[in-house]
């Protein structure tokens, strides 16, 4: 009786305050580490530059002007009635700057990897306890969805904008004829395959505010028929007006948003158990 009784009058145990990994570091020495990893995320960029540079004949002619012809495999797969578009450069200079100018962006996606890595290995220590190999795994799953994005964006948009475009005209006289320039569509190509990189990377960004407490399962389920709408609306700015080619697009878009709900479920468990662990009520 008297051993229970002191038991009960006993102090509970106190909660382990949880480990602030950042908390030894200065203002400026987070900035003097940020600077440090994106120099070296921006080398992964230029190793991918320089290896654009020496299959710069494959990646312009094959790659980049490769939905420019008629004959581009996609348009047969996708049931596109393609027709060949002309380019012009109408700007001294125009061939020069098109040409770095897709070298860079095509180095930055062949150099994403390492860029992606050195991001997350910064921002990762202020939302969890994280081991090398977890930012490497992290890494490897933001460069895919990238990857996957750019695929989806140089695959499926590209062609249907391209062909929608070269043939709209303004008026049936013929008078106006659809000549580009060469900076305007490798802008446009570059503007449409790294947007879809970056849609794309909705889980990503999903796992990321659930781990940090911002965003729920509960709150992305709450706002699907929002989300399936913006989807709609979405694949309307960015396919021609036509609801076969909406829904090639509106598809993805769903299944990305439905993929970052159960990424968020996942998210938010990982975040519970480690608060539950730093605080005693559960070991680890």
């Known amino acids: 009786m008297l051993k229970n009784r002191e038991i009960m009058t006993a102090e509970p145990p106190k909660a382990q305050k949880p480990v602030d990994r950042t908390d030894q570091m200065s203002f400026l020495e987070h900035l003097e580490?940020?600077?440090?990893?994106?120099?070296?995320?921006?080398?992964?960029?230029?190793?991918?530059?320089?290896?654009?540079?020496?299959?710069?004949?494959?990646?312009?002619d094959t790659l980049l002007l490769g939905p420019t012809r008629a004959s581009f495999f996609m348009y047969n797969l996708i049931g596109v009635e393609a027709i060949d578009l002309s380019l012009q450069s109408r700007k001294l200079p125009?061939?020069?700057?098109?040409?770095?100018?897709?070298?860079?962006?095509?180095?930055?996606?062949?150099?994403?990897?390492?860029?992606?890595?050195q991001v997350w290995a910064f921002i990762a220590p202020a939302l969890q306890r994280?081991?090398?190999?977890?930012?490497?795994?992290?890494a490897i799953f933001i460069?895919?969805?990238?990857?996957?994005?750019?695929?989806?964006?140089?695959?499926?948009?590209?062609?249907?904008?391209?062909?929608?475009?070269?043939?709209?005209n303004l008026s049936d006289s013929g008078l106006v004829r659809n000549d580009f320039d060469i900076n305007a569509y490798f802008s446009s190509l570059a503007m449409w395959v790294v947007s879809c990189g970056i849609i794309f990377q909705v889980p990503v960004l999903s796992y990321g505010l659930s781990k940090a407490g911002f965003l729920t399962p509960t709150f992305l389920r709450t706002y699907r028929k929002h989300a399936i709408i913006l989807c709609l609306i979405l694949a309307a700015f960015l396919t021609p007006p036509d609801p076969i080619s909406q829904i090639l697009i509106a598809i993805p878009l769903t299944i990305l948003y439905e993929l970052a709900i159960g990424v968020s479920a996942i998210a938010v468990r990982r975040r519970n158990k480690e608060l539950r662990i730093a605080f005693g009520e559960e070991e680890d």
Do not use: N
């Not at 125009?94 to 860029?115: H, N, V």
């Open 143 to 168: 460069t895919f969805f990238f990857g996957i994005g750019i695929s989806f964006g140089y695959l499926i948009l590209v062609p249907f904008a391209l062909q929608f475009f070269a043939s709209f």
């Open 33 to 60: 580490e940020l600077r440090w990893r994106l120099i070296k995320g921006m080398i992964g960029v230029v190793i991918g530059v320089i290896v654009a540079f020496i299959f710069s004949d494959f990646i312009i």
């Open 130 to 138: 994280q081991e090398k190999w977890k930012t490497i795994l992290t």
């Open 94 to 117: 125009g061939q020069f700057f098109t040409y770095w100018g897709m070298l860079f962006i095509s180095g930055f996606i062949i150099g994403s990897p390492l860029f992606f890595y």
